[in-house]
């Protein structure tokens, strides 16, 4: 139903920005939310997330030091992360929520994922 494509990761030093971004094609008017991701081993942490109002949250982790947007048509997501921390490494992964009223269930989609690995 929606296809997402994640871009922007990297190998930086402490201290350095990166803006990770997350395109979605397909049907993204069943999109409700676009969240962003980290993963670190086994371990999936729920970095930032944006509904379709705008409303935006973080994980404490990311407060003050990282941004979610999208742009108008609501088809791409951006996680612009300044200050970066070695423990900000990891694979990040874009993922959004949705709801399909054809079969009234709800569904939810996953990118590929980007690395991001941050040097001390």
């Known amino acids: 139903q929606v296809q997402l494509v994640e871009s922007g ?7 350095d920005s990166l803006r990770l971004s997350c395109v979605a ?17 086994k371990q999936r942490e729920l970095v930032a997330a944006i509904s379709h109002a705008g409303d935006t949250s973080y994980a404490r982790s990311a407060k ?13 997501v951006y996680l612009q992360m300044n ?15 949705g709801y399909d009223p054809a ?3 709800d569904f939810e989609s996953w990118g590929q994922g980007t690395q991001v690995t941050v040097s001390s």
């Open 25 to 41: 094609s397909g049907r993204i008017s069943l999109i409700n939310a676009m969240k962003w991701y980290r993963q670190a081993g």
């Open 83 to 97: 200050s970066l921390k070695p423990e900000d490494s990891g694979g990040y992964y874009c993922s959004i929520d």
């Open 103 to 105: 079969v009234v269930r």
């Open 64 to 76: 003050g030091r990282f941004t979610i947007s999208k742009n108008s048509a609501g088809n791409t």
């Open 9 to 15: 990761g990297g190998s930086v030093q402490a201290g």
